[in-house]
């Protein structure tokens, strides 16, 4: 190969080099830009959410459980399941309404057996009540971005009052959805045997923890 040809290639080589460099460059700043554009501005003041109507954003949300299992370690499952609704205004937190529905053959413990035999007729016969409601009865605010929800929680045919403790974690338009956007997190104690799930109980402990982390899209315009 003779000394011009190889020295044009060198040259076509650098510009090439540079050209992916720059691309890369640029790409990484379009990156930049779009998650600046792209990141809601959350608003955690929960007196500034506007009043309205919201639905459960099941693709961002996740509702858990705890038990603590002969005092080595909580065993944790989920309900991949559910849906929920919040309406009201913030100007009069009584008035809020919650509601959220649980489908129990929705269990998830990782463990297809287990499964079954949760859902099964001795703890939480699904085939009989397949779902579980909460509808709730009350608001009371516990600080600019806390409160206390009261309601009935209805679980294997029986109900029976619950509280959950719920943390506002801010609103905002998202670009992505297209719609406003509320974000909470919560969680709750039951006492398993007041919904006559008392399989083993005084071996495993009654207390069963729920932990829901959620968002809530309003429904219609933004």
């Given at each position: 190969?003779?000394?011009?040809?190889?020295?044009?290639?060198?040259f076509?080589?650098?510009?090439?080099?540079?050209?992916?460099?720059?691309?890369?460059l640029?790409?990484?700043?379009?990156?930049?830009?779009?998650?600046?554009?792209?990141?809601?501005?959350?608003?955690?003041?929960?007196?500034?959410?506007?009043?309205?109507?919201?639905?459960?954003?099941?693709?961002?949300?996740?509702?858990?459980?705890?038990?603590?299992?002969?005092g080595?370690?909580?065993?944790?499952?989920?309900?991949?399941?559910?849906?929920?609704?919040l309406?009201?205004?913030?100007?009069?937190?009584?008035s809020a309404?919650?509601?959220?529905?649980i489908?129990?053959?929705?269990?998830?413990?990782a463990?297809?057996?287990?499964?079954?035999?949760?859902?099964?007729?001795?703890?939480?016969?699904?085939?009989?009540?397949?779902?579980?409601?909460?509808?709730?009865?009350?608001?009371?605010?516990?600080?600019?971005?806390?409160?206390?929800?009261?309601?009935?929680?209805?679980?294997?045919?029986?109900?029976?009052?619950?509280?959950?403790?719920?943390?506002?974690n801010?609103?905002?338009?998202?670009?992505?959805?297209?719609?406003?956007?509320?974000?909470?997190?919560?969680?709750?104690?039951?006492?398993?045997?007041?919904?006559?799930?008392?399989?083993?109980?005084g071996?495993?402990?009654?207390?069963?923890?729920?932990?829901?982390?959620?968002?809530?899209?309003?429904?219609?315009?933004?």
């Amino acid at each position: 190969m003779d000394r011009t040809r190889s020295s044009r290639l060198r040259f076509q080589g650098s510009r090439i080099g540079a050209a992916l460099a720059f691309g890369a460059l640029a790409l990484t700043g379009c990156n930049s830009l779009a998650a600046a554009l792209l990141t809601p501005a959350l608003d955690r003041e929960a007196a500034t959410l506007r009043p309205g109507d919201f639905r459960l954003d099941t693709a961002h949300a996740a509702l858990l459980f705890r038990i603590n299992h002969l005092g080595f370690a909580d065993y944790v499952g989920r309900f991949d399941r559910f849906e929920a609704s919040l309406s009201g205004d913030p100007a009069d937190p009584g008035s809020a309404e919650v509601e959220a529905i649980i489908d129990i053959a929705s269990l998830n413990v990782a463990n297809r057996d287990f499964e079954a035999q949760l859902t099964g007729r001795d703890w939480l016969d699904a085939a009989n009540h397949p779902q579980a409601i909460f509808r709730s009865r009350s608001v009371r605010l516990t600080g600019p971005a806390s409160a206390e929800v009261a309601g009935d929680l209805t679980l294997r045919g029986r109900t029976r009052p619950i509280t959950l403790d719920v943390r506002f974690n801010g609103s905002a338009y998202d670009r992505l959805r297209g719609a406003d956007v509320a974000g909470f997190s919560a969680s709750a104690e039951i006492n398993r045997s007041e919904f006559g799930i008392d399989r083993y109980s005084g071996l495993i402990t009654d207390i069963v923890r729920f932990e829901i982390e959620a968002e809530f899209i309003r429904n219609g315009p933004g």
